[in-house]
């Protein structure tokens, strides 16, 4: 950031930033114009670009309930992460919405990796063996939440359906091929250069709040 400021950019578009809201503001307001993505700009003065988390854990859990599960878990990202918080919002309005009680249980949070993911699926399941479909945070924690179920002898998705996050490459190399919500990540690097460019063109301009939903790629992972 220092370098950034040294070189005197004209603007900078700042990448889920975790940030305190105090320390964010003081570093925005050294740059001339800045935009947020992936985090709320809290009357920040700058634009910013999130996607609807809230909306993401709904329909994943919306498409699992349609499925005809109602034992559903969560592995969830980060407490701190501003995304892990909307999606674990979306499940719980979604199983409410249900009127499916909401088990403390069969939450859990971890690091968004492949081997975090394992541990942390394979104890869920291990304690929980009611539990016949998973939400993860991101695609990574939904592979490893795959290889979990190999090592527990559980066939996905005869015994358990996953969901994940993102639609990364690996997503369709992966045995059986992952059912998960699509980013619309071009969309984002797209809008975000504009709304800058914009700013930078007119200080004047009314810094802009936009909210983009992923997608549902159905694939294997869910009968």
């Known amino acids: 950031m220092q370098s950034l400021e040294d070189n005197h950019v004209d603007g900078l578009?700042?990448?889920?930033?975790?940030?305190?809201?105090?320390t964010l503001f003081d570093v925005l307001a050294r740059f001339p114009t800045a935009v947020l993505v992936f985090r709320e700009r809290n009357d920040a003065g700058v634009g910013a670009i999130t996607l609807e988390d809230v909306f993401s854990g709904q329909v994943a859990i919306g498409h699992l309930l349609k499925s005809g599960h109602r034992?559903?878990?969560l592995i969830s990202g980060p407490p701190i992460s501003l995304s892990a918080f909307g999606k674990l919002m979306g499940y719980q309005n979604a199983l409410q919405s249900a009127d499916?009680?909401?088990?403390?249980?069969?939450?859990?949070?971890?690091?968004?990796?492949?081997?975090?993911?394992?541990e942390t699926a394979c104890d869920l399941l291990k304690n929980n063996p009611e539990v016949t479909a998973l939400f993860c945070h991101n695609d990574l924690i939904a592979v490893g939440a795959m290889q979990a179920c190999a090592e527990l002898g559980l066939l996905v998705p005869d015994n358990i359906a996953i969901i994940g996050y993102d639609d990364i490459?690996?997503?369709?190399?992966?045995?059986?091929?992952?059912?998960?919500?699509?980013?619309?990540?071009?969309?984002?690097?797209?809008?975000a250069m504009q709304m800058l460019l914009e700013q930078i063109a007119d200080i004047s301009v009314e810094p802009k709040e936009i909210?983009?939903?992923?997608?549902?790629?159905?694939?294997?992972?869910?009968?």
């Open 13 to 22: 578009i700042l990448c889920s930033s975790r940030l305190d809201d105090e």
């Open 71 to 73: 034992h559903i878990g």
């Open 100 to 118: 499916i009680p909401i088990n403390e249980k069969w939450i859990r949070h971890c690091h968004p990796a492949v081997e975090v993911g394992q």
């Open 169 to 191: 490459r690996l997503a369709t190399l992966v045995t059986p091929s992952l059912t998960t919500l699509r980013s619309p990540i071009a969309e984002i690097g797209t809008q």
């Open 211 to 223: 909210h983009l939903q992923p997608k549902l790629i159905v694939r294997e992972s869910v009968p």
